[in-house]
């Protein structure tokens, strides 16, 4: 069954980079579209970056100088990094395919010295 | 950038009540709409995509209208397992969420 699972460092300095991975089950990253979202504690959703069937990217223009997207399909996950992390980066980090049918459960990434 | 005004940001009703939840757009999407909702501590679940296609698997009460720049989310009889936090989210240009209306039962 489809399934996304999301790891990383649960808490990361300010300044450093943030490294995420998305391990994905059940359908091919070839065929479908892996995007990241975020979720400020209690606040709304934004959409961080996406990852397209072809390999091509697209990012959040207010995050694109310090965001990367990546996959290894061979592994069959999806990788995020955002550098020069502040603050205001702490969040729920979701991956969702397509942004659509499945979502990972999410990761909590606190950013704090 | 496309910016989406959700209304309102939160509702409290009874159960077996209509409730609606609006988005606004800021410019003509067509009806690259969708409608989601979250629970506490869950991932956000689709209920509609394209502004009116009820997704597989969720109960027909919730329905969806509009296209341009206005557009609804129905619960014809709110139940209490409908407890939770909408959004929806526009993808006409990139995409954008809007702010989220959390609904409770009165």
């Known amino acids: 069954q489809v399934q996304l699972k999301e790891s990383g460092p649960g808490l990361v300095q300010p300044s450093q980079t943030l490294s995420l991975t998305c391990t994905v089950s059940?359908?091919?990253?070839?065929?479908?579209?892996v995007h990241w979202v975020r979720q400020p504690p209690g606040k709304g959703l934004e959409w961080v970056g996406a990852?397209?069937?072809?390999?091509?990217?697209d990012y959040n223009s207010a995050l694109k100088s310090r965001l990367s997207i990546s996959r290894d399909t061979s592994k069959s996950q999806v990788f995020l990094k955002m550098n020069s992390l502040q603050t205001e980066d702490t969040a729920i980090y979701f991956c969702?395919?397509?942004?659509?049918?499945?979502w990972g459960q999410g990761v909590m990434v606190t950013v704090s010295s | 950038d496309i910016q989406m005004t959700q209304s309102p940001s939160f509702l409290s009703a009874s159960v077996g009540d209509r409730v609606t939840i609006n988005c606004k757009a800021s410019?003509?999407?067509?009806?690259?709409l969708n409608w989601y909702q979250q629970k506490l501590g869950e991932a956000p679940k689709l209920l509609i995509y394209?502004?009116?296609s009820l997704q597989t698997g969720i109960p027909s009460r919730f329905s969806g209208s509009g296209s341009g720049t206005d557009f609804t989310l129905t619960i014809s009889s709110l139940q209490p397992e409908d407890v939770a936090t909408y959004f929806c989210?526009?993808?006409?240009?990139?995409?954008?969420f809007g702010s989220g209306t959390k609904l409770e039962i009165k």
């Open positions: 969702t395919r397509r942004l659509r049918d499945y």
């Open positions: 059940g359908f091919s990253l070839t065929s479908n579209s």
């Open positions: 990852i397209w069937s072809g390999g091509s990217t």
């Open positions: 410019q003509n999407i067509n009806r690259y």
């Open positions: 394209n502004a009116n």
């Open positions: 989210l526009q993808h006409n240009s990139w995409f954008t």
